[in-house]
């Protein structure tokens, strides 16, 4: 920051900018308050200087500036008060060492290295001036003579240090007070608001200074005439005293601090890499250990963990900015063997944590799978068949999980055994020795994972067919006003609205609901006009609810040789309590489908690929009416002469005229028939049946 000439012979420095270096230095608007714990530090490492041997004569203030002239702003603390004024500054006030001659040097010189023995890289006064675009400084120190002294200037970023001044104090204490001041828009926003979130923030990332050996200086957060001490504050954070452990890592020395932390104080279990006694990143631990996803138990009582991690390899490779390492996450050359990674580094931690937290973990673990089985119990049991092919610390969830976060998270590890299931296929069909014991014993594990596969597979299926009629059955009662869901509704359940056999998934179809043998049809039509189906040239515009043509699928492939279609089947959907059929095709359901019916015979019918269909007239047909027997139904289907069922909820009869089986089928019949046939494989599968 100091420029000059030189004279010749001198060594001739090269000349920085302070401006570029600014550009040039990284503070992330998540890191907001950087510079503050900046400044903080530097508060700490000064009174350690001045009170080595008593931590109770130290003082810290940090106190919080606002703009007492601006509108007031809505606080994110609702402990705090429900208004809050904006955030201009922060004052922070120590009875340190001060700025005696060689701190002022280091402070006029980028990238110093006057206090690397405390890890300092000469870079947060450099984050000051990224937030804050005016920075004062007023310091006592005693000078070389042993006279009290008195040292202020100003920091900018378009002056660097201006109005320099040192003068002859009467004070009788060292000590010094750094303002920052004018928070600028960039990075306020994204700060804390209120007081006990800015303390909280300090105390995470000076929490070091508070477990470390001797403990840490007096340090209070000012805010108005609100005050919070930091020691009463870790005091309330903390839950036990701190454990330490010490790993070797490829030669490398590295500590780590375990904490227990009341729950209430921290969101997630966090591994904290630090250097030189600060935190540079807090790494979220959920799920890294089996177990560890959030708050744990000690007996009666509820933590967080949370562990720092420190080490001179980590001192020696921080960033400038100390906002990360320069390590590689994995090492991938035979040069960096030496040197530990940050996976290998985060291994060895991760380690070390589940050995401290073992017994919490047990617990933990046990409450986790508890929660796996009671999911998969009640409403996920296609994945019974392959939980035990699932590696048990996989299983040891989140007991708080959701059923969509925990539904995904099986649905992956079921995929990864597929995929495994693959590999190890290809291995046991490679094998050359088949007699040998081994390879039966591989070959059985492997048929046994392909059974369980297959069972999940159908399990699934069964499932599925639950959750539909369970649908069906909200959706045919009357909702809250008396009224009762539209066609559509129920036409989804059985086949979703415009589309074709084409365009939906086999498994989207329902038609099973009607009767098991829809389920095999080969094409499928929704709510498309007749004369837009690829299997007919007819024009007519009326358009079937369903419309279903079964071909014979054998005979598809065998080309020269006929194509009989074997049979037609129209299904026809009215509302839940429709009482409105009367004669006419816009009201009666029975003629509507007999007249679906009787166009796709005349319609000079072709197949997908264009061939005719010879004899399309005497194919037989099928019509199903779905609707609720009221009493206007109930003549339509005297008059079509159609016989009771047994349960009298629905009707049945063969119309010789048109060559079609006829059934109305009401909304109940259709739910009762359904879940009876299928009630065998929800009762293996411990469903209940309505």
């Known amino acids: 920051m100091r420029t000059g000439f030189a004279r010749e012979g001198d060594l001739v420095p090269i000349n920085a900018s302070l401006t570029g270096r600014l550009r ?102 450099l984050l000051w001036l990224k937030a804050f675009q005016r920075v004062e400084v007023i310091s006592r120190y005693i000078g070389p003579e042993g006279s009290m002294k008195e040292r202020e200037f100003v920091f900018t970023a378009a002056s660097g240090v201006s109005q320099h001044h040192v003068q002859a104090s009467h004070a009788t204490g060292t000590g010094t007070e ?45 805010d108005d005439s609100e005050r919070l001490d930091l ?35 921290k969101p997630t279990p966090q591994l904290n890499w630090c250097a030189a006694n600060r935190v540079v990143i807090p790494e979220n631990l959920s799920g890294r250990v089996p177990g560890l996803h959030g708050k744990l138990r000690d007996g009666d009582e509820e933590f967080m963990y949370a562990c720092f991690l420190q080490s001179q390899f980590l001192d020696d490779s921080v960033r400038p900015e100390r906002t990360g390492f320069d ?58 068949p392959i939980l035990r092919h699932i590696d048990q610390e996989k299983l040891s969830v989140d007991p708080a999980i959701g059923d969509r976060e925990l539904e995904l998270q099986l649905h992956r590890y079921f995929n990864e055994l597929e995929v495994e299931l693959l590999a190890e296929g290809q291995r046991v069909l490679a094998s050359e020795n088949i007699a040998d014991q081994a390879y039966s014993q591989k070959l059985q594990e492997y048929l046994e994972k392909v059974d369980d596969i297959k069972k999940s597979d ?71 006009t007749i004369s837009s189906m690829p299997i007919t040239e007819s024009t007519s515009p009326l358009e079937p609810d369903l419309l279903a043509l079964k071909v014979n699928v054998p005979l598809l492939v065998s080309e020269g040789e006929s194509l009989p279609l074997a049979s037609i089947v129209v299904v026809e ?10 004669s006419g095709r816009d009201k009666d359901p029975l003629d509507q489908a007999l007249t679906y019916l009787e166009r796709v015979r005349q319609g000079q019918v072709k197949t997908a690929k264009g061939r005719l269909i010879p004899k399309s007239d005497r194919i037989p047909g099928f019509c199903y009416i779905i ?7 109930l003549e339509r289907c005297k008059l079509y002469d159609l016989q009771p069922t047994d349960d009298n909820l629905g009707f049945f009869g063969y119309n010789d005229n048109f060559k079609a089986y006829i059934e109305v089928i009401s909304f109940d019949r259709l739910l009762k028939a359904a879940s009876q046939r299928n009630r065998a494989f929800f009762d293996r599968l411990g469903l209940p049946v309505h």
Not at 199 to 217: D, M, N, Q, T
Not at 627 to 633: I, M
């Open 458 to 528: 159908l399990v699934a299926y069964v499932f599925h067919r639950k959750v539909i009629l369970d649908l069906l059955m909200k959706a045919i009662e009357v909702d809250s006003d008396g009224k009762y869901v539209k066609e559509d509704v129920i036409h989804s359940l059985i086949m979703p609205m415009r589309a074709t056999s084409d365009d939906v998934a086999y498994a989207a179809s329902n038609l099973w609901l009607i009767d098991e043998r829809l389920a095999f049809h080969n094409y499928l039509a929704s709510d498309k």
């Open 573 to 582: 959907i009215k509302r839940p309590g429709r009482n409105d059929a009367k």
């Open 627 to 633: 609707s609720d027997l009221t009493k206007t139904v």
């Open 178 to 222: 750094v303002r920052l001041l004018s928070f600028g828009e960039t990075y306020r926003p994204y700060a804390p608001k209120n007081t006990l979130p800015i303390a909280k923030s300090i105390l995470e990332h000076c929490l070091w200074y508070f477990v470390r050996p001797g403990g840490a200086p007096n340090i209070s957060v000012i």
């Open 327 to 384: 390590i590689p996450e994995v090492n991938e050359g035979a040069f960096d063997e030496d040197d530990p990674s940050m996976s290998d580094i985060r291994d060895a931690a991760l380690v070390s944590a589940a050995q401290y937290l073992r017994s919490s973990l047990a617990k933990a673990q046990e409450a986790g799978r508890a929660r796996v089985e009671n999911f998969v119990d009640n409403k996920a049991p296609r994945y019974r």
């Open 24 to 125: 040039n230095t990284s503070l992330p608007k998540s890191r907001a308050l950087m510079p503050l714990f900046e400044a903080v530090v530097n508060a700490i490492q000064a009174v350690d200087e001045a009170h080595t041997a008593d931590m109770d004569a130290t003082h810290i203030e940090i106190r919080i500036v606002r703009d007492q002239q601006m509108p007031m702003q809505f606080g994110e603390d609702p402990q705090a008060s429900a208004y809050v004024l904006p955030i201009t500054g922060f004052t922070v006030i120590d009875n340190g060492e001060g700025f005696h001659d060689a701190n002022m040097e280091s402070f006029e010189t980028l990238d110093s290295e006057y206090r690397t023995a405390y890890g300092c890289r000469g870079i947060g006064r």
């Open 231 to 265: 020691r009463r504050v870790f005091a309330d954070y903390m839950l036990t005293s701190a454990e330490t452990d010490h790993v070797i890592i490829k030669h490398h020395s590295f500590d780590l601090t375990h904490l227990r932390l009341k729950a209430a104080s």
